[in-house]
């Protein structure tokens, strides 16, 4: 079966430090993976999408960059924290040709 | 651009009442949508999905309905319980092969006793 791992579960981080969050997927090929963040209160906002290896689709323009080193890997980085980078911050995968997103648990990201 | 809207942003009922969440969508071409519940601090999970021939398609208490012509969905929840506060996005899938996924902002249900 396929299963998503995305660590750490909560982080808090000072202004100006650099962030890795890391997501990968188990028990699938070639899949398609997103980032979204989710502010408080507020929706989910698509950050960046990957098809492929080296393949990466940013969404909006912000203080963060993402990498798929690896097939079912997927990081989410920055080189200097914002204030404003605090969230919900949830990875996710599809099936090429199917529509389910399956979610990560999520990383609570704390900026202070 | 494709878009999805999602009305309205929160909605609070009591306990046992009936509600109907929207979505009106701009994506194209079209191939279906979801709709996800997103309880606090998780990860959404998908509750029912509609494809372009589907009009109507029940999960439990929830009903979802889509009109493929006016490009809008809608999510019925019916006897509503405290577990159903949670935040719930609508999610349409564009047909291009590697589909990308357009996540409405959701809406947040609270139940109250």
């Known amino acids: 079966s396929q299963t998503i791992h995305q660590w750490p579960a909560t982080l808090v981080q000072p202004v100006g430090s650099p962030l890795s969050l890391e997501c990968t997927v188990e028990g699938t090929s070639n899949p398609n993976l997103y980032w979204y963040r989710q502010a408080a209160g507020r929706g989910l906002q698509l950050l960046f999408y990957?098809?492929?290896?080296?393949?990466i689709s940013s969404e909006v323009p912000q203080n963060l960059s993402a990498s798929r080193p690896q097939d079912r890997q997927f990081i989410l980085s920055s080189k200097k924290l914002l204030l404003s980078d605090s969230g919900f911050y949830l990875c996710a995968w599809s099936v090429r040709g199917r529509t389910e997103a399956f979610f990560g648990q999520g990383t609570r990201l704390t900026v202070v | 651009k494709n878009q999805v809207e999602q009305s309205p942003q929160s909605l609070i009922i009591l306990e046992g009442k009936n509600c109907t969440l929207q979505c009106n969508y701009t994506v194209s071409p079209f191939s279906n949508l979801r709709w996800y519940k997103q309880d606090t601090g998780r990860g959404p999970v998908s509750l029912t999905i509609?494809?372009?021939?589907?009009n109507t398609k029940s999960n439990g208490r929830y009903t979802a309905t889509l009109d493929a012509d006016t490009k809008q969905s809608s999510l019925h929840i019916t006897a509503s319980q405290l577990s159903d506060s949670a935040s719930y996005i609508c999610?349409?899938?564009?047909?291009?092969?590697?589909?990308?996924?357009?996540f409405g902002t959701g809406t947040r249900l609270t139940i109250i006793p």
């Open positions: 509609m494809t372009f021939s589907e």
């Open positions: 990957s098809v492929g290896i080296g393949q």
């Open positions: 999610v349409v899938a564009a047909n291009f092969g590697n589909e990308k996924l357009t």
